[in-house]
């Protein structure tokens, strides 16, 4: 089974523009989610894919294996489709371009599944919520499975809401998705001719457009740490730890 890693950088965030350059340690952004992806041995190759000429030449310049992209698309999964159509694989994974520290077994814990469930068409991994901040958090996208942990919703509200019972673990996504080229083609052609589904425009929420058209999602449990970047202070939360890293040799920025 030919497996490619995606990450898709795009310049223009709304949020927090140029993010994937952003300096950590003196390396891009971008570079160190690739360096965790080079660990990963079920990728054939990694690939970042983007639409702006800033980043393309920085990963050109770093060794960073590079694919440019059209400007027009919607979401960073419309980007993953155009990869997969250009180089075809039995299995694309994408990796978001914004979570540096995300664990290489993490991103291994999305693929396994497929070696075993032939079925299997999309996964999506989920960790649990140690910070009560983040269960009121809008950035935070909160993940509700079915007992067979088939994606029910995801939402960026509290939910489920806790009326009867203050007893239950919330989880939030993990954004690291395996795709089956068909799913990547059903999204893009959707994308084409519908644009947003409903409820995905309305969360702003991906992988939505699914769960919303029948698809069944496989959420995988992780225990990852990882920080998602979406504004300048989760950025100087991760230089520092990746700081730390560097200064026991956990890590390196060679």
């Not at 250009?86 to 914004?98: C, H, S, W």
């Not at 990852?224 to 520092?240: C, F, G, I, Q, Y």
Request: hydrophobic letters at 35%; proline letters at 6%; aromatic letters at 10%.
């Amino acid at each position: 089974m030919k497996i490619i890693g995606v990450i898709p950088a795009r310049y223009k965030s709304s949020r927090f523009p140029g993010k994937p350059l952003a300096d950590i340690c003196g390396k891009p952004m971008i570079w160190w989610v690739y360096q965790q992806c080079k660990k990963v041995d079920d990728f054939d190759t990694v690939y970042v894919a983007t639409d702006d000429d800033k980043i393309f030449e920085t990963c050109q310049s770093l060794g960073v294996e590079v694919v440019m992209t059209s400007d027009s698309h919607k979401t960073g999964t419309d980007r993953i489709g155009e990869v997969a159509r250009k180089i075809p694989a039995d299995l694309i994974v994408n990796i978001q371009g914004d979570e540096p520290l995300l664990e290489p077994s993490t991103i291994k814990a999305a693929i396994t599944p497929f070696y075993t469930n032939p079925d299997l068409q999309i996964s999506n991994l989920m960790t649990k919520i140690n910070d009560p901040i983040d269960v009121v958090n809008f950035t935070v996208p909160k993940v509700i499975t079915n007992k067979e942990g088939i994606g029910v919703y995801l939402t960026r509200a509290t939910a489920p809401y806790p009326k009867g019972s203050l007893d239950y673990a919330y989880y939030k996504q993990v954004c690291v998705y395996g795709f089956k080229p068909e799913a990547l083609q059903f999204y893009c052609d959707y994308g084409m001719k519908y644009g947003k589904a409903k409820v995905e425009a309305v969360e702003d929420i991906e992988i939505l457009r699914f769960i919303e058209n029948g698809y069944k999602v496989q959420y995988i449990e992780v225990d990852s740490e990882t920080v998602a970047v979406d504004t300048p202070n989760d950025l100087e939360k991760v230089r520092a730890i990746v700081a730390a890293k560097i200064e026991t040799g956990e890590i390196s920025n060679k």
